[in-house]
């Protein structure tokens, strides 16, 4: 298992559906299958699972690519987002 070594954040349609799934054709990123924005960071209820949560929930399935990522475009407008994503990743 892994974590994120990156984070797509920004402006609600905005392209983010068109990068979330350029990227998903490239062998070496992986993004979570199950859905485009975890909101795990911008969400209180999720956050306040931790970590193990998040870790095991998204990203059980990474096999070997070099890159692992997440995009919630929302995680641009939370107050609390830089904390909370320092301290997880």
């Known amino acids: 298992m ?6 797509c954040v920004g402006a609600q349609k905005a392209g983010t559906t068109t990068l979330h799934n350029t990227l998903k054709s490239h062998p ?3 993004l979570p ?3 485009k924005e975890l909101h795990f960071f ?4 999720n956050y306040s ?3 193990e949560f998040y870790e095991l929930t998204h ?3 990474v ?4 890159c692992i990522g997440e995009i919630t475009p929302s995680y641009l ?11 997880t990743l």
Do not use: C, K
Request: aromatic share 10%; hydrophobic share 30%; charged share 30%.
């Open 49 to 51: 699972l931790g970590r």
């Open 28 to 30: 070496e990123i992986f």
């Open 33 to 35: 299958n199950a859905q």
């Open 77 to 87: 407008f939370m107050n609390e987002g830089p904390q909370r994503i320092r301290e």
């Open 2 to 7: 892994a974590l994120p070594n990156f984070l």
């Open 59 to 61: 990203f059980s399935e």
């Open 42 to 45: 911008d969400d209180d209820q």
């Open 63 to 66: 096999d070997g690519q070099s």
